[in-house]
């Protein structure tokens, strides 16, 4: 039982290219989450998903896209990266099942946009 | 919209207790209270949750008032790894909801 798995670990892209930061996990979860954490600041949500084929916007998503085609993936796609995007991201999932129930943290990838 | 309110930052003298308030005057009857910490750098890790009763397990108790309108998190003999930043927040377990960190307070302990 790994959790959440979240590739690559580190990565440095050039402005306007693109890349999929990957997640998944094997617990069987029904909603997953993407962060972004700037230096110094709190977890910003990007996007979420209730369930495969359900996603839905979160509090900064621009500049992002989803997809959730299955209940264990959960890519993050940039398609133009700008030096904005610079963040640690962070990915997360947690299941409804239940009265209350935790969240389970992907260790993040480091971008950087040059 | 801040669901919670919490302390910028704190300090505790190692081996004393730590208590994190949190003010969360706007829940609802089907909202938990839940708390996070990050540890530098790492991605968060869940602590405790509850809906009205206090509760404890083997990280720390968590204390809502009868209102359930604020909170407390405790750590009963703080440690240096306590060191983190300590995010307090609200959410139901229906619906599409969105689970949402705000800024959390950076505990420091004190050797």
């Not at chain 1, 990565?11 to 979860?29: A, V």
């Not at chain 1, 990007?46 to 890519?75: H, L, M, Q, W």
């Not at chain 2, 790894?81 to 505990?107: H, M, P, Q, W």
Request: proline fraction near 4%; glycine fraction near 8%.
């Amino acid at each position: 039982n790994a959790g959440v798995t979240q590739t690559p670990k580190f990565r440095i892209l050039k402005i306007g290219q693109s890349m999929t930061l990957q997640c998944t996990q094997d617990m069987n979860h029904n909603y997953m989450y993407w962060y972004r954490q700037d230096p110094g600041m709190g977890l910003k949500l990007i996007y979420y998903s209730v369930g495969a084929g359900i996603t839905d916007k979160g509090e900064v998503p621009n500049g992002y896209n989803v997809s959730r085609s299955t209940t264990e993936d959960f890519p993050l796609r940039l398609e133009l990266a700008a030096p904005s995007q610079t963040s640690v991201y962070f990915c997360a999932s947690s299941t409804t099942q239940g009265g209350g129930t935790e969240a389970f943290f992907g260790q993040g990838t480091r971008l950087t946009v040059v | 919209d801040a669901k919670t309110t919490q302390p910028t930052s704190m300090d505790c003298a190692e081996g004393r207790a730590a208590n994190l308030p949190c003010n969360h005057s706007t829940i609802s009857g089907n909202e938990y209270v839940y708390w996070y910490r990050q540890i530098h750098s790492q991605g968060p890790q869940y602590i405790i949750h509850g809906l009205k009763n206090n509760e404890t397990n083997e990280m720390a108790s968590l204390i809502i008032t009868e209102d359930r309108k604020s909170s407390t998190l405790i750590l009963p003999h703080a440690t240096l790894r306590d060191t983190a930043v300590y995010y307090c927040i609200v959410r139901s377990n229906f619906g599409n909801e969105k689970l949402t960190f705000g800024t959390g307070t950076r505990l420091t302990i004190i050797p």
